[in-house]
């Protein structure tokens, strides 16, 4: 099957409290899939039921075609993940860190371990980073450390839960940047943030969760997808109006949103017209419309955080 | 795996940290008792140490006697409650598990691990005993029994050769390291139960002292036989002759059933349990 | 499912020692007479065992007889070797050492390995209570050996030391008395008394319970019991029995009455003729004078016991059965009575006490 991640009607309860509540995802091989959802909507409990870390209490997971948790000792070398920040042992340098961190499972030879650790770190920006114990490393190396275990396997599928999460400005270009490297040579990428910002500049395939339900999962080109309207910019909205009487659906200032799908067709009406026209385009939703109006009332919890 | 885990733990500053408090109090105890030569009165003070005296090769169990009701046990508290729970509040569980360690795997590997360090720590201080035994004090040499070596006396008043003594000198090693492990498991089993290895080690000691509480209690009699630490001074009973095997028998099973029910629980808990740490 | 498991294991280990423990015991239709006979001729039965002795006899007595105090009111645990009454060695463990009393024909070596001293005991008729008294086997003799067949009932089998062994209740005929019963256990296949109970006519509480938790009838060997003293060993001669029967001697005789309280005057090989022994098997009631310096001490620490009823001239006070009454008429010397006998039986034989006199 196609099928990287698939769950079926997955719900986690803690006590009485439906943390996860049936939701069915759907993320491809090829995916960068963005899974948004405000903290506490349920986001890393569903990221730990994938890894089986949390045992769901219904549900089925399908992670790389197994069945979790059950399949883990064979699928999990497969793949990467960051999950809620990262961790290490504090007294041990980096490089020891990922050593026995791949020596402590399936899917890593010894023999390459050393080539690999150095290609990772100097991958996520470490190379040079010595026999400093991880104590003295800064939030933002740390969170590098992290990203190099997640890839110490070359995996077919990366799991990250905030993965910019203590980077400046700089370092978030730089992640990026790797996502989209690593994507190209192949991997998967499941990328769970709180950031639309973030997702809409990585992701093809998003998924939104609101109070533990699925309520929207799509490719990123459909949601977006042009409305079938042009936005067009004029100093002098009422003219447009006059112009193309009946067609003008909404005026904001100096935007007004036309009916049709073809900007050529309305800008040579206008310019006909003698109406000047400062700007044109199709009209796209943004994807923040688009969760706002999925995840109704209680959106601006995603905001919250920005 | 458990290669990982003795990696990681032998390298941890604290390991040793702990090894070297634990010998701290017998160096202490050995230094005083040259200086002002007063040995405990008969029937008071930790066994062996009225002994030392007058053989200094009796020191490895006379520092054991002065570990083994307290600090012996605290450390092996601290060490294996931080097993499972001090990974889990490092964050460092997490990863273990998804690399992926297997959970059954994993704790097998931290029971090794704690094994190895109760080993190792009853053996150094077995080693720095009978080191500060042999050079603080006289290796009495028994004249004319044994040519060239040194010897003792067993409670029960005969003469042990040193081939004897070392014999049951290791044998008395051997079964304090097992009345560890049943700490170890207590301290493993609560690992699997909290995410606060400090909340580890309280509940073991928490079991540790009412246990020797009970102990002296009359009133606990009935119970008193499955109590933790019931059998732990028992390792005097190789310096029986004869050995007196009822209780050191009776000790190594209640530890072997204490043993098998936590780690068995403590499998049951953690590869059942959701890690959101 | 893996929680099962562990409930299973747990079940099944803590119910481990209650399924032991109902094991079903077989009696045997012995008479008591015949199971008195056996225990009294099991003096030469070989065996080695281990044997525990909870005493709830809390003597207030003064420090010079604190170890005999102390075997009565602690748990006391011991290992014995016994080869026959002669060759024989009882070992009271402690925790950081133990104390073995090895016993062969010209006497007796005590070993204290706390104090590394070895004490050579030669045989006297007379000695004060030792541990080894207190082994089921030698304090279930004890107490049978005066028994008369109609005190003596059988009652049901126990299991001790994980053998079959056979109930025998005696209870004494004498009023005085303050031993309601003794109840023995006495095993099937070699007569060894396993256990012993002794019950006071004062509340319910066992005032002391001795058993064997381990018996083996395989006769132990010589090199066991034996004993010399090990080098760097300090050694040296106990005479404390010898000292206080000196100190008995020297008491000049007054004239006791031929009974007392109903119980008729004895006389035992050793026992100064100012010491007056009354009684019979488990009843028995000593009377002596005692110095002055003695008494003082001992009426002091007597009237502290809470339990103590003090009147004008004695104070009287009783532990489990044993009951001692210290008395100090105005113009005469005191003398102690002690016995297991009931305090009332104590105050009536004081009673009847001529005026005694002391050693000067």
């Known amino acids: 099957m196609s099928g990287v991640i698939v769950t079926r009607g997955l719900v986690k309860r803690f006590g009485r409290l439906r943390a996860v509540d049936g939701i069915d995802l759907d993320v491809r091989a090829g995916d960068i899939y963005g899974f948004l959802g405000a903290n506490g909507s349920g986001k890393t409990t569903t990221v730990r039921m994938l890894l089986g870390l949390v045992l769901p209490t219904s549900g089925e997971i399908e992670l790389l075609g197994g069945r979790m948790p059950r399949a883990g000792r064979r699928v999990l070398p497969r793949v990467g993940s960051l999950i809620e920040g990262p961790a290490a042992y504090g007294h041990l340098s980096g490089r020891e860190n990922l050593a026995l961190l791949d020596a402590s499972g399936p899917g890593g030879s010894w023999r390459t371990r050393r080539q690999r650790i150095a290609e990772v770190l100097d991958q996520v920006g470490l190379a040079g980073v010595g026999r400093r114990p991880v104590k003295a490393y800064s939030l933002g190396m740390r969170q590098r450390l992290g990203l190099a275990a997640a890839l110490l396997r070359r995996p077919e599928l990366l799991v990250l839960d905030e993965p910019t999460n203590g980077l400046d400005p700089q370092g978030i270009a730089e992640v990026r940047e790797l996502l989209l490297d690593l994507h190209r040579g192949g991997t998967t990428v499941f990328l769970s943030s709180h950031l639309l910002a973030e997702v809409e500049q990585l992701c093809s395939r998003v998924g939104v969760l609101d109070r533990g339900r699925l309520v929207l999962q799509d490719q990123m080109a459909t949601l977006t997808a042009p409305t079938g309207a042009t936005v067009v910019h004029t100093p002098t909205p009422d003219r447009v109006r006059a112009t193309l009487d009946g067609r003008v659906t909404a005026i904001d200032g100096e935007r007004v949103i036309v009916r049709g799908d073809d900007p050529a067709e309305v800008n040579a009406l206008l310019v006909g017209a003698g109406v000047p026209v400062t700007g044109l385009a199709l009209q796209r939703p943004t994807l923040e419309q688009v969760v706002l109006t999925a995840t109704g009332a209680s959106s601006d919890r995603v905001e919250a955080d920005r | 795996m458990i290669l990982v885990e003795l990696r990681k733990m032998f390298r941890r500053p604290r390991t ?100 190895l360090f109760v080993v190792v720590a009853v053996l150094v201080v077995a080693v720095v005993g009978y080191v500060v035994g042999t050079t603080m004090f006289h290796a009495q040499p028994i004249g004319g029994t044994v040519i060239g070596g040194t010897g003792g006396t067993s409670f029960s008043g005969t003469s042990l050769t040193p081939q004897d003594i070392t014999n049951r000198t290791l044998m008395g090693i051997g079964y304090v390291a097992v009345s560890m492990l049943g700490v170890a498991a207590f301290g493993l089993f609560f690992s699997t139960l909290t995410e606060s290895p400090l909340g580890a080690t309280m509940g073991v000691l928490a079991v540790l002292v009412s246990s020797s509480l009970l102990f002296t209690l009359d009133a606990a009699s009935p119970i008193a036989p499955y109590l933790p630490t019931r059998y732990w001074l028992s390792f005097v009973d190789f310096f029986r002759d004869p050995i007196q095997w009822r209780d050191i028998t009776r000790g190594l099973s209640l530890q072997a059933v204490y043993v098998g029910v936590l780690l068995t629980a403590a499998w049951a808990n953690f590869t059942t349990k959701d890690v959101t740490s | 499912m893996r929680w099962s498991v562990v409930g299973v294991l747990v079940v099944l280990l803590a119910s481990l020692p209650a399924l032991i423990g109902a094991l079903p015991v077989s009696d045997a239709a012995v008479s008591a007479h015949d199971l008195r006979a056996a225990v009294l001729a099991s003096r030469t039965v070989a065996f080695s065992g281990y044997a525990e002795s909870a005493g709830g006899l809390a003597l207030p007595v003064t420090d010079q007889l604190t170890s005999v105090a102390d075997l009565f009111s602690d748990r006391t645990t011991m290992r014995v070797w016994w080869r026959g009454p002669t060759d024989n060695r009882v070992d009271v463990v402690t925790a950081t050492g133990e104390t073995g009393t090895h016993t062969g024909t010209g006497g007796s070596w005590t070993w204290e390995y706390e104090r590394a001293t070895a004490t050579r005991v030669a045989a006297t008729p007379l000695a004060l209570p030792a541990p080894p008294d207190l082994l089921p086997t030698a304090l279930g003799r004890r107490l049978l050996s005066e028994a008369t067949d109609a005190e003596l009932t059988r009652i049901g089998a126990r299991r001790v030391a994980g053998r079959d062994a056979l109930g025998l209740r005696l209870t004494p005929a004498e009023k005085a008395s303050s031993v309601r019963r003794v109840d023995v256990w006495v095993d099937r296949a070699s007569g060894l008394p396993l256990q012993v109970q002794v019950l006071g006519t004062e509340g319910s509480r066992t005032a002391l319970d001795t058993r064997f938790l381990d018996l083996d009838l395989a006769t132990p060997s010589a090199r066991t019991t034996a004993f010399s003293p090990p080098p760097g060993a300090a050694v040296r001669v106990g005479k404390e029995a010898e000292v206080v029967l000196e100190a008995g001697r020297r008491i000049e005789p007054v004239p006791l009455p031929a009974t007392l309280v109903g119980l008729p005057r004895r006389h035992l090989d050793g026992v100064p003729a100012a010491i007056g022994l009354y009684g019979r098997g488990v009843t028995l009631l000593t009377v002596a004078p005692l110095p002055e310096r003695l008494s003082d001490g001992l009426y002091d620490s007597l009237v502290q016991s809470p339990a103590a009823i003090v009147d004008d001239t004695s104070v009287r006070v009783a532990a489990g059965p044993v009951g001692l009454m210290l008395v100090e008429p105005p113009d005469e010397d005191p003398y102690i009575l002690t016995g297991t006998v009931t305090l009332d039986a104590l105050a009536a034989a004081a009673a009847r006490l001529p005026g005694l006199g002391s050693a000067r």
């Open chain 2, 16 to 115: 040793w940290a702990t090894i070297a408090v634990l010998n701290a109090l017998p160096i202490l105890v050995a230094v005083l008792l040259v200086l002002t030569d007063l040995a405990p009165r008969p029937g008071e003070g930790p066994p062996f140490l009225s002994a030392v005296l007058s053989n200094g090769t009796l020191y490895p169990l006379a520092a054991l006697a002065i570990v083994l009701p307290l600090f012996l046990p605290i450390a092996v508290a601290v060490i294996a409650g931080d097993s499972i729970a001090g990974e889990a509040q490092a964050g460092t569980l997490r990863y273990l598990l998804t690399r992926p360690a297997g959970r059954t795997r994993l704790l097998v590997a931290k029971l090794v691990a704690v094994m």
